[in-house]
């Protein structure tokens, strides 16, 4: 349990708060632990042994007897669409859906509460994860749903039934979105991301800006929950960056932000308009405080693993026709910039003093970024700059050797190894999985690995899509276990401490906070986690089960749970 204590005071100013008796886990450099620590006005002003610190304080000093419990620097949210997130289940929860047959019950009992006509839609629904790792065929969601439009959204594809089709005028229409059966000519019900324009959803009313902000507000508690302090946003606009500064000003914030931007323009846009309208934006990287700021100006290059639009270095595949619906031998995927696209929008994003970023999910996507990096390394030096990419996923010995030596760090989502390698390892085979997640390689090479999730749907920590846990994450990139209890590549298993960094002092380095966040030092803020267990010496399987018994932010506790300090 918490103790609060006071005691006198010293000559000089006392602490607000000490926390003793523990185990804190610092992440500095010399990876040094100590027992207790002391914070005034927000700030950690002293580390050392409980005498050294207890020593320090006041009158009406807070003292929090930590009862042996292991202390880590507040968890970094690496990759986070936390705003539609929050608002994902605000008309309706979401179900978990683990099978064809759930995904068809949930249909059914959609269609018996609507009127004919209305819409059914899954936000974020990745049919690799049922169980039986198939696509739904347009004939099965006919059957339970005829009179009602469904979509299954997929965010690189998604699929409709007949009634969809029709609703939306596109069983005739002639476009490249729409996957048509080769031998009868009609539509499968599978469409790409290019063709989700064409469906003539029903309007919905977004929830007020108020409600919003009530649903954000809750979103954070929840991240608290499970140690989170602060979050990298995935890309974002300058409204939603606002309800951000509008949460700080209330002081209702209990995470730090830090906000990707989209580009301006569509990013095939002639270089010089691409230029201009960069100038005109409102914000620009480094924009902003402690609380929150502005980070990188995001592209897309491909599509999504999911799906089978991620631009891979070969086809493919057989097996991804008989999963994806693929009929073209030679389909990599779908390459949304080209190399000399990317080098235009690297420098004008360079030249303007912002970070830049991507979202890339296959092989030959990563190594189309890294070739347009080297070619704009070839005029400027980008090394220091701290250009990224996003997810990745699939990195060979050559791609992780130029990703080091460009000073590139990749931004990692290790949802997508636990959820995904099963199915990755059943469409692509065992050598194209070496190259998936590689953690262990990307580490002994220098790459600056930083840890997220993706989430995007649902708020549940350990369900949502993408798991936001961080300790799940951590599990399994320790064991290499997935979802569904299978190992995939042990090797590229990396220490419990490397897998903490992920989530510390790796994102406050990406993000150029590494000076005041991402570890327990003089000087840093006071945002920090007391453990349930502690992290380097619980028996492996019980990482994936630790919980936050205490979670600070700038000195002040934003989730609390006593009983966790008996365990």
Not at 235 to 246: K, L, Q
Not at 262 to 268: H, R, V
Not at 323 to 342: C, F, H, N, Q, W
């Amino acid at each position: 349990m918490l103790l609060y204590i006071s005691a006198c005071s010293p000559n000089q100013p006392a602490p607000d708060t000490i926390l003793f008796n523990g185990k804190l886990i610092t992440m500095d450099s010399a990876a040094s632990i100590v027992q207790a620590l002391a914070i005034k006005d927000g700030k950690i002003t002293k580390l050392g042994s409980d005498r050294e610190i207890l020593s320090l304080a006041g009158d009406a000093t807070q003292r929090i007897d930590l009862e042996g419990h292991a202390v880590v620097p507040g968890l970094i949210e690496g990759h986070a669409h936390t705003i539609p997130a929050s608002v994902s289940e605000y008309f309706q929860e979401i179900p978990e859906i683990i099978s064809v047959e759930q995904t068809l019950g949930w249909i059914a009992e959609e269609v018996r509460s609507k009127r004919p006509g209305e819409w059914i839609v899954h936000p974020k629904f990745f049919f690799t994860r049922l169980e039986e790792m198939r696509q739904l065929t347009r004939q099965e969601l006919d059957s339970v749903a005829p009179d009602n439009p469904v979509f299954l959204n997929g965010s690189y594809g998604g699929m409709v039934n007949g009634k969809a089709l029709e609703t939306s005028g596109m069983e005739d229409m002639d476009h490249p979105g729409i996957l048509r059966d080769e031998a009868t000519g009609e539509p499968t019900g599978v469409i790409r991301r290019s063709a989700f324009s064409l469906l003539d959803l029903n309007a919905q009313d977004d929830p007020s800006l108020e409600h919003q902000l009530e649903a954000l507000i809750k979103m954070h508690r929840l991240y608290n929950r499970v140690g989170i302090t602060s979050v990298i946003v995935g890309r974002g606009s300058a409204e939603e960056f606002d309800m951000y500064t509008t949460l700080k000003d209330r002081e209702k914030l209990t995470v730090r932000v830090f906000q990707n931007m989209a580009f301006p323009l569509n990013t095939k846009a002639p270089v010089k308009e691409m230029r201009e309208a960069i100038g005109k934006m409102i914000y620009k990287t480094g924009d902003g405080d402690e609380w929150t700021k502005i980070g990188a100006l995001k592209a897309v290059i491909d599509g999504g693993v999911l799906t089978g639009t991620a631009f891979l270095r070969e086809p493919w595949g057989e097996k991804a026709g008989e999963v994806y619906g693929i009929t073209d031998p030679a389909y990599r995927g779908e390459l949304m910039l080209s190399k000399e696209e990317l080098v235009g929008l690297i420098t004008v994003a360079d030249d303007a003093g912002w970070i830049f970023t991507a979202h890339v999910t296959g092989g030959g996507g990563v190594d189309t970024l890294l070739a347009a990096f080297e070619e704009v390394q070839q005029s400027r030096d980008i090394r220091n700059k701290r250009f990224s990419i996003i997810h990745g996923n699939f990195f060979t010995p050559e791609a992780i050797r130029k990703t080091a030596e460009l000073g590139i760090y990749a931004n990692m989502q290790a949802a997508w190894f636990f959820k995904d390698t099963p199915l990755l390892f059943e469409v692509l085979g065992a050598e194209r999985v070496e190259t998936f997640h590689p953690y262990k390689s990307m580490i002994d090479a220098g790459v600056v690995i930083n840890g997220g999730s993706d989430h995007m749907v649902k708020t549940d920590p350990n369900v949502a899509i993408n798991p936001y846990n961080p300790f799940l994450a951590m599990w399994s990139m320790v064991t290499r276990k997935t979802e569904r209890g299978t190992v995939f590549n042990i090797e590229e298993a990396i220490s419990r401490i490397d897998a903490l960094r992920m989530y510390t002092v790796n994102n406050a380095w990406s993000t150029f906070e590494e000076d005041i966040k991402g570890s327990l030092e003089v000087g840093k803020v006071a945002d920090l986690v007391v453990l349930s267990a502690d992290i380097l010496t619980c028996p492996e399987d019980e990482i994936r089960h630790i919980e936050a018994a205490l979670t600070m932010v700038n000195g002040k506790a934003v989730y609390e749970n006593k009983a966790l300090f008996n365990k």
